[in-house]
């Protein structure tokens, strides 16, 4: 293999790519076979007797993160190229050979980091690894793929695109219900984007109503319930395209709102008794009340199993003090779902925690105080962000206030679980994420191209110099596996798999967007950095992305790194089972 001898026309070009698309395919499983290696040797360190243990996984922490990143490439990079076929075009197949051909360099580099802390015994990996690295397979694909000729031309014909990267086969209704919603996107939130946004208004009317005819509320409620999802599980299909289509035009006004009703729903439809799904999934599927969710305290992140927020048995229900922090959405939303320790013994960990569902008035303002007829108070103030504006996220403080044990998620057997009922809503919350980190990508690169094609600088458009299209081309490529790796994976949730997937896709994709948000940026220079400009919102938008709905080292150490380990022990008990 010496050239990508990609022709002019789309059945030509795919047949001419497909000795390159094979040997990627090739190369990347012998990469998953080194990473296999590296796993197995990481888990024997962070293990001992064959199980993991709490304190060598903490000592290890930087392989392992090492190994979670190398685990998303890899796997994005396997499923762009897998998505290629005969009805794709010659653009999607040099993506998808770009992205594996610059996949596989990272994901040496980090095989090869893992190896560096393991036994002597892994030096052998580390020799084997360089040679597949200084192989001729791998030298001929990425010069075929990412030499400068091949970035040029990808460049050049991913902006003729427009942005219309990363195709994926979608059912006829996904597809109208994404065309829909792409349209109400330009028409009614762009116009209000900028302004929402520099004037840190809350989310008006006029957008949520529509969106509430629209059915965007009930995407994750079962029909029976009064939502668009099918009765017999989630239709994570089309949550990812009205996500994304909506996060287009803004993440902060538009493509979030889906997130909190998201996670309540999928909270209650996993723990509530059908009293309080007939109550209220209905209602949150109507978008009547808004949502939110209350999760973070201030001394605890993203360690679920810590939160100390007290709630004390009263009289028919149960008082909650104590804080809560960064609730977004909280002064809009009339329903909050609020995670306390209703178990005050605090060696019980997630196992005494419980959801309660806290009832409030709406409100448009940066702050709010809400006191009871019996003097519970609750109070909230909006915490002032760099981007992420329209939705607001409040410090919360609560004071003897009064929630009935109706409200308590799966009532008297609800207690105690409610980390579990948390994680289930979680995992669709994280896949929705990544839908929005691809809405988010997906505008600012149609902005860099956009303007790459109107700026002129020493008499000719920017799209014309070889490092701008170079640069369109990577952004492009990493789209696009971004894209057909979050499709993939609402697959595998729809069919009862992919939890650590689902934080695995969430992680790639953030990192993903602040990248290509960044890269749109440099390409507009100057303006990038003016508000008056789109791509700046974008970026400090993309940049939240990485921390909410469990921060990126959490996903990385805490899920998809130990999720890995414990597959490889498992695997290692069964000497017949293959390495995946």
Known sequence: MTSMAIGVGNETGIA??????????????????????????????????GELQGPLLDRWQVPAYELALACADLIAAATAVASVDDASSELDARLALLFAAEAAQAVAQRIDAICLDLDPDADLVRAELRALCAGADLLALRRAASGTPALIETGRLAAKAQGEIGHV????????????????????????????HRHDLTIPETLLQPLREMGVFGLAIPQQYGGSASDSGHDNQLMIAVTEALSEASLAAAGSLITRPEILSR?????????????????????????????????????VASLALKAT???????????????????KAELIMVVARTNPDRAA???????????????????????????????????????????????????????????????????????????????????QTAARATGVMRAALRAAIQYAGDREVFNAPLIEFPLTAAKIARMAARLAACRQLTYAVGKMLDAGRGRMESSLVKLFACRSAELIAREAMQIHGGMGYAEETAVSRYFVDARVLSIFEGAEETLALKVVARALLEDALVKQRQPGKEQA
Request: aromatic share 8%.
């Open 349 to 431: 960990g997630h196992r005494g925690l419980s959801i309660l569902l806290v009832e409030k008035p709406s409100t448009d303002g940066h702050e709010f105080a809400f006191t009871q007829d019996h003097g519970g108070k609750l109070t909230g103030k909006a915490i002032p962000t760099i981007g992420y504006r329209g939705m607001h996220s409040f410090d919360m403080a609560f004071e003897n206030f009064f929630v009935p044990d109706a409200n308590v998620i799966g009532e008297t057997e609800g207690l105690g679980k409610g980390f579990y009922f948390t994680m289930a809503g979680m995992t669709g919350g994280r896949m």
């Open 16 to 49: 001419a790519a497909s000795h390159e698309l094979a040997v990627a395919a090739r190369l990347l499983g012998e990469l998953q076979v080194f990473l296999d290696r590296a796993t197995l040797g990481l888990a024997k360190r962070c293990s001992a007797n």
């Open 313 to 331: 048995p009263a009289t028919g229900g149960w008082l909650l003090n104590g804080a809560k922090t960064w609730c977004t959405f909280a002064g």
């Open 267 to 303: 909270a209650l439809l996993a723990g509530g008794t059908e009293q309080q799904k007939q109550h209220w999934l209905p209602r949150i599927a109507e978008g009547d009340p808004l949502c939110a969710i209350a999760i973070t305290e201030p001394d605890f992140g993203s360690d």
């Open 169 to 196: 086969e979608l059912d006829e209704d996904v597809a109208t219900a994404q065309e829909a919603f792409r349209r109400f996107a330009a028409e009614v939130v762009t116009p209000l984007a900028e302004k929402i």
